[in-house]
């Protein structure tokens, strides 16, 4: 079934380095990865999304990339904050229909 | 900016009784989620809706949830008969006209059955 992994679970990083995180999908005609910041007890929010069509997106500090042949896609934090602590998670969604299925979230630290 | 709100943002039920999670998505958006998160996992797709009916529904959606849109504005999710189990964070999305645009999430309605 369709499925969506994500990795790390946790990371801690000092404010200044980078972050990565990694997703790996299952369904290949998934056509559109969004990733959500959520800080704790409130809605995810979306910070960056990159369709199939597209091998990379930058915003800022913020990129994503993506590997349509390996199913991977990847989202990179440069310069991280103190404020960028929070949960992040990937998702993906099939072409055919229009649900998200998310990756398990990975736990962002960034220590000052 | 455009947001998706829902009603009430916590709800505490006695197992068995039934709920309804009220949402307002964004005005001009045609399709409507609903998704839940037990504390400390990841999100969980329940069911969609698109021009008055349910596109897609998960296992979790059972027969003792249902969803309707009884006006313009209002999208809700009900649940008959709740159990412990259903205890979570539930969120409301919306998203546009065309399948590959960004879903907003409403804040949540936290639901506690006890």
């Known amino acids: 079934g369709e499925n969506v992994e994500q990795h790390p679970s946790t990371l801690s990083v000092q404010e200044g380095d980078s972050a990565v995180i990694k997703c790996t999908y299952s369904?290949?005609?998934?056509?559109?990865f969004p990733w959500y910041k959520q800080e704790l007890g409130k809605r995810p929010q979306l910070i960056i999304d990159?369709?199939?069509?597209?091998g990379e997106k930058k915003d800022q500090r913020i990129a994503v990339t993506l590997n349509k042949t390996a199913k991977h896609f990847s989202l990179h934090i440069t310069e991280t904050q103190p404020e960028d602590s929070a949960v992040y998670f990937c998702?993906?969604?099939?072409?055919?229909?229009?649900?998200?299925?998310f990756g398990t979230g990975t736990l962002l630290a960034v220590q000052p | 900016e455009p947001e998706v709100t829902q009603t009430p943002s916590h709800q505490v039920t006695q197992m068995g009784q039934e709920v309804i999670l009220r949402c307002v998505p964004i005005?001009?958006?045609?399709?409507f989620y609903w998704y839940r998160q037990i504390l400390g996992q990841k999100v969980e797709f329940l069911v969609s809706?698109?021009?008055?009916?349910?596109?897609?529904k998960s296992e979790i959606f059972d027969d003792q949830f249902s969803v309707e849109r009884p006006d313009g504005s209002n999208f809700t999710l009900k649940i008959r008969s709740t159990k412990l189990e259903d205890s979570a964070m539930y969120f409301c999305?919306?998203?546009?006209?065309?399948?590959?645009?960004?879903?907003?999430f409403g804040q949540g309605t936290r639901l506690t059955v006890v």
């Open positions: 809706f698109y021009n008055n009916e349910i596109s897609e």
């Open positions: 005005s001009n958006h045609l399709y």
């Open positions: 990159i369709r199939s069509n597209v």
């Open positions: 999305a919306s998203s546009g006209l065309w399948t590959a645009t960004e879903a907003f």
């Open positions: 998702a993906a969604r099939h072409g055919a229909t229009n649900k998200l299925i």
């Open positions: 369904d290949s005609a998934s056509n559109y």
